[in-house]
């Protein structure tokens, strides 16, 4: 291990959509720049990035995982982040504390539109990134369209670095742009210096010159000298590109493929050289460097045998063992190589470490000595999408469910717990089907708890669609004194969203005063469940007439003469279903906005309109009103329309009548379940 403290601590993550590489591209830095011995693969499942037993068994990355090395003198930590969407959470919070981003991409045009959320998200919060064209060993298209195809969802300009040298149809090495150098790569070891071939001149200069071109719209100097054709010098490109990349005004784009360490050094030696210092990161989130030492929590885990983790950047001064930060004390303070932590004395300025045994710190957490707080420019909790209800598979694990659920939220906080009293169901909200499931195996395999999930029932409702007199007469004779009380009810429909109403216009004491409550009593205890067997709304109920006997009339009889006259009279009073429906906001690439119109009316959305998505090139947005029974599973086929990348947001909007078929199934289902 060469893990000692370096100079210049810095932090880059690595992002990018599912599979593109970024696990494997993690495990060639470490094991290019020393920091492991034995170098893992995806088939071997034994890679640094994907440890927890969930991600091996899936094969892919579920959390960022963070891993600590040292190249050329310098300290760094990478933070592999998860590709997949529903697992974007982490991704955002990671590249919030990085100096950099290395956005890996597979080497197909047609896969650059899951690139867009996320370069949108590092473009809106202007950190600087990188693009790593990988997979470049297997590679059927070439770069040249790769690269315009990403161009089409950057607001940046694309910057590319390096060109390719082909052999036939195989890349076997690069030309740098910069220094215009030619490399062959070789296989396990560091590419070799050859020289340019000649039939590579002339595309190298063209590609040198847009370099230089789209540089020299961010720096006037460098624009004279294109305009009086002196060649600039290649350190003063080096400067040109770095302040501009510092800005995150430009996109550098490398190529490579990580798996076979082609190109990795080169991607190592750029981050070097163009990666912004700690100081430049903490101005751009606007944190001050003041105090003895201010550090922010980028994620916070469970470790099997330690208690809980903080991953944290240390952004001012130094953390030392045994400190108290935010009125905690450190238990331990590690260095990171994914699950491996070696135990250090002190981290400085720029360093991403873990703090051991902790209890109180949050993700997004900035803390000092004095206190801690979430600062407001932190990515919000991505909105919940998709829910199961859940139950422990055995009834006394309850307790332990509950608590093993808030471990699942604290570390990652798209997951969410919902309990719905009315239906008596616990739900796990989260991004997609994929999300939930492996939450579920987590609750299993960490936290020991065997727990089911099924699809959450539907709160409906219903109402009358007319209005009916009914008499209602409740008499008994039985020994002693009986039991009576009659009454007459109007029972009315009233507009949706009314809810429920009770009146009365008893005149010359048909019935005593002090017996009113009580019928009012006996029809609410109808409510709950009215003919179909769902909850009654907007309903207005009016007592008008009735008798009394002075002896046998009790608040017990007018109580049940009440509830009989709801359960005589609503049967006629025509009830209808009722069920949820919710305001929809789709967002998609405008390329499937026509897809997205017809999978609303498909789940019988009613379209209310669409519209340009404020801030974002080339997406739109699609509002409805759609049943929340629909909306369910929506997300699985809203991505698997838009390549992915469509999401959207919801909000209970009102009732509307359910009739026909489905009505009947619901109704059915309500009468099998009651039974
Ligand atoms: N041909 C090729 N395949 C690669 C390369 N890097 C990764 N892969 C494969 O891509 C898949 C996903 O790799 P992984 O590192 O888990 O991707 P991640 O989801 O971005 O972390 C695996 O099947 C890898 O073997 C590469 O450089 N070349
Ligand atoms: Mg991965």
Redesign the pocket.
Same mark, same amino acid.
Do not use: I
């Given at each position: 291990m060469s893990n000692g403290s370096a100079g210049r601590p810095r932090c880059a993550v690595l992002v990018?959509p599912?599979?593109?590489? #970024?696990?494997?591209?993690l495990e060639s830095i470490l094991h290019i720049t020393g920091a492991t011995q034995r170098r893992g693969?995806?088939?071997d499942g034994n890679?640094v990035?994907?440890y927890a037993p969930e991600a091996r068994k899936r094969?892919?990355?579920i959390e960022v995982v963070a891993a600590n090395t040292n190249f050329l003198g310098d300290q760094w930590t990478f933070l592999?982040c998860p590709?997949s969407i529903e697992f974007a959470q982490d991704a955002y919070n990671a590249c919030m504390v990085a100096d950099v981003a290395v956005v890996?991409c597979e080497p197909e045009p047609d896969r650059a539109l899951a690139v867009s959320p996320l370069l949108r998200f590092l473009d809106e919060r202007r950190i600087p990134h990188m693009v790593f064209i990988? #997979?470049l060993?297997?590679a059927d298209d070439r770069v040249r369209d790769v690269l315009s195809a990403l161009q089409a969802v950057s607001e940046r300009p694309l910057v590319l670095r390096q060109v390719p040298i082909r052999d036939g149809e195989t890349i076997t090495g690069y030309v740098d742009l910069i220094s215009e150098r030619a490399y062959r790569y070789q296989p396990g070891k560091e590419s070799a210096l050859v020289a340019l071939p000649d039939e590579m001149r002339e595309r190298e200069q063209t590609a040198r010159q847009e370099l230089l071109e789209t540089l020299a719209d961010f720096d006037d100097k460098l624009l004279e000298q294109l305009l009086e054709d002196t060649a600039p010098a290649k350190q003063d490109i080096y400067q040109y590109l770095a302040k501009t990349f510092h800005a995150d005004n430009v996109v550098p784009v490398l190529i490579g493929?990580?798996?076979?360490d082609?190109g990795v050094r080169r991607l190592l030696k750029a981050l070097r050289h163009d990666t912004p210092e700690v100081g430049v990161t903490r101005a751009r989130l606007g944190i001050e460097a003041k105090g003895e030492a201010v550090v922010q929590v980028c994620k916070t885990l469970y470790a099997q045998h330690t208690g809980k983790l903080a991953i944290a950047r240390v952004w001012h001064g130094d953390v030392k063992e045994g400190m108290t930060l935010k009125g905690e004390r450190l238990g331990s303070l590690v260095r990171l190589v994914g699950q491996q932590q070696t135990k250090i004395q002190m981290a400085h300025a720029g360093e991403v470490v873990g703090l051991g045994r902790v209890e109180g710190y949050k993700t997004g957490d900035v803390l000092t000595p004095t206190g801690g707080a979430v600062p407001k420019n932190w990515p919000p909790t991505l909105p919940p999408i998709y829910a199961l209800a859940i139950h422990a598979e055995n009834r006394s694990d309850e307790v332990k469910l509950s608590g093993a659920l808030q471990r699942l939220v604290d570390e990652d906080a798209s997951y969410s717990i919902e309990h719905n009293v009315e239906m008596h169901q616990l739900l796990l909200w989260g991004q997609g089907e994929q999300h939930l499931q492996i939450g579920l195996d987590r609750l299993r395999g960490k936290y020991n708890v065997a727990v089911q999930g099924e699809r959450p029932l539907t709160a409906y409702r219903e109402t009358i669609r007319k209005g009916v007199e009914q008499h209602a007469r409740f008499k008994r004779q039985s020994g002693g004194h009986g039991q009576f009380a009659d009454i007459h009810v109007d029972i009315k429909p009233l507009q949706r969203g009314e809810g429920f109403s009770f009146g009365e216009r008893i005149v010359g004491g048909a019935i005593p005063r002090n017996f009113i409550p009580a019928v009012e009593a006996g029809v609410r205890e109808y409510l709950p469940r009215g003919p179909l067997g769902f909850p009654v709304v907007d309903v207005a109920v009016e007592l008008f007439d009735g008798k009394f006997h002075a002896v046998d009339s009790s608040d017990m009889a007018f109580k049940t003469a009440g509830r009989m006259a709801m359960s005589e009279g609503m049967p006629l009073c025509n009830p209808v279903l009722l069920e949820p429906i919710l305001l929809v906001t789709i967002f998609v690439p405008n390329e499937f906005t026509a897809g997205a119109q017809r999978l609303l009316s498909g789940r019988r959305g009613q379209i209310l309109g669409y519209d340009a998505r404020a801030g974002w090139n080339d997406w739109d947005q699609v509002q409805a009103h759609v049943p929340q029974a629909e909306v369910n599973d929506m997300i699985i086929e809203l991505r698997s329309l838009t390549r992915g990348v469509g999401t959207f947001e919801w909000k209970f909007d009102h009732l509307q009548e359910l009739t026909g078929r489905l009505a009947d199934d619901v109704v059915k289902a309500r009468a099998e379940a009651a039974q």
């Open positions: 990018g599912y599979l593109s590489g #970024k696990t494997s591209l693969t995806v088939k890679m990035g994907d094969q892919m990355s592999d590709g890996v990988n #997979k060993d297997a493929a990580g798996e076979r082609h």
